[in-house]
């Protein structure tokens, strides 16, 4: 895997959040990943596996 990514990362992901932004911070890392909008704030938690898949880069290691 050569995107690395640490707990305080902000990822990009593919796809925009419906409030416009599609930067993340990395809130929670384990089986699950639990990510936070940068503009709104929603939390939401995904697969691991599935968050590999949507991440497009991150911003700030």
Same mark, same amino acid.
């Given at each position: 895997?050569?995107?690395?990514?640490?707990?305080?990362?902000?990822?990009?992901?593919?796809?925009?959040?419906?409030?416009?932004?599609?930067?993340?911070?990395?809130? *929670? +890392?384990?089986?699950?990943? %639990?990510? !936070?909008?940068?503009?709104?704030?929603?939390?939401?938690?995904?697969? *691991? +596996?599935?968050?590999?898949? %949507?991440? !497009?880069?991150?911003?700030?290691?």
């Amino acid at each position: 895997m050569d995107k690395e990514y640490k707990l305080g990362s902000v990822v990009m992901m593919k796809k925009p959040h419906p409030c416009g932004t599609n930067l993340w911070e990395i809130v *929670r +890392i384990g089986a699950d990943i %639990k990510i !936070k909008c940068i503009n709104c704030s929603r939390v939401i938690m995904l697969p *691991r +596996i599935e968050f590999n898949k %949507k991440l !497009k880069k991150v911003v700030t290691f």
